[in-house]
């Protein structure tokens, strides 16, 4: 089992800036590859961005390229998400999650947290 809890959600205007958190807990954090996800009311969940397990390989949305980074640190147990130039258009809950192997898609995902809201005003 793997528990995660992210953190750093909230308001921010458009323009601004917020970093999201998620630290691990149970087994082996650096096996893991890790995923950001969000979901806006109405929405289907959606891929935000993704690291493997040793950091050797990224992935990004179309809509996070450039302006957001994914990054972590194993010794830490945590993975983060930088979210710069944020648009009104980003509001929602964001998950972090862990899989096997880096995907793109929610099903291969075996661990979630609870989400934390990042509400971005215009």
């Known amino acids: 089992q793997v528990q995660l809890v992210e953190s750093g959600g909230g308001l921010v205007q458009a323009g601004g800036s917020l970093k999201l958190s998620c630290a691990a807990s149970?087994?082996?954090?650096?096996?893991?590859?890790m995923g950001w996800f969000r979901q806006a009311p109405g929405k289907d969940r959606e891929f935000v961005a993704a690291?493997?397990?040793?950091?050797?390989?990224?992935l990004y949305a179309d809509s996070a390229k450039g302006r957001f980074t994914i990054s972590r640190d194993n010794a830490k147990s945590t993975v983060y998400l930088q979210m710069n130039s944020l648009k009104p258009e980003d509001t929602a809950v964001y998950y972090c999650?862990?899989?096997?192997?880096?995907?793109?898609?929610?099903?291969?995902?075996?661990?979630w947290g609870q989400g934390t809201q990042v509400t971005v005003s215009s």
């Open positions: 690291i493997s397990w040793i950091g050797g390989s990224i």
């Open positions: 999650a862990a899989s096997p192997v880096i995907s793109r898609r929610s099903s291969g995902y075996e661990y």
């Open positions: 149970g087994r082996t954090f650096s096996r893991y590859a």
